[in-house]
């Protein structure tokens, strides 16, 4: 009997392991990099607040938690359910659908800091639709660089 000895086809599982091995090691570094060098996740300020209305005027009393800097915050107002057709940029002194000269931290001559004991205040002028009418829900979502920060409701109250 001869024995016949193949060594053609073994030579190649090893090549082919050392290649998919690099492939691998490559590939991972790669999604190290990218995910080391991406957005950094920015945890947004922790804070208690509270909402109060009272016929066109809405305040928001900063009562407990981190200071939030104003100029990253958004503020979206809705009235039963239905949004603001004009919101309040924040800060302001004068926008449409505002009454001028906001109290707090929204006022654009303030300090940029929202701290514990701040009350910011802005009044919904006539011409902005809803109206804030005692009775009405208002709700109020506050978010800085996006990302939520609280979400508020009260009833309008009669002045």
Do not use: K, Y
């Not at 599982?13 to 991972?28: K, N, Y």
């Not at 104003?70 to 659908?97: C, K, M, N, Y």
């Not at 009775?135 to 920060?149: F, L, M, S, Y």
């Amino acid at each position: 009997m001869s024995s016949v000895v193949r060594h053609a086809g073994r030579g190649m599982a090893p090549v082919a392991g050392v290649l998919l091995i690099a492939i691998t090691v490559v590939l991972a570094g790669g999604v190290a990099t990218a995910a080391l060098d991406g957005p950094s996740a920015t945890v947004p300020p922790s804070a208690v607040l509270s909402l109060s209305a009272t016929d066109d005027r809405i305040a928001i009393d900063h009562r407990g938690g981190d200071p939030i800097d104003v100029a990253d915050v958004t503020v979206r107002v809705r009235v039963d359910g239905e949004p603001l057709d004009e919101q309040p940029p924040v800060p302001f002194f004068s926008a449409a659908g505002f009454r001028p000269g906001p109290t707090g931290p929204f006022n654009a001559a303030s300090d940029d800091a929202w701290r514990v004991g701040d009350t910011a205040t802005f009044r919904v002028a006539g011409t902005n639709d809803p109206t804030l009418e005692p009775g009405r829900t208002v709700a109020v979502e506050i978010t800085a660089d996006g990302q939520p920060i609280a979400s508020l409701e009260t009833v309008v109250e009669a002045g």
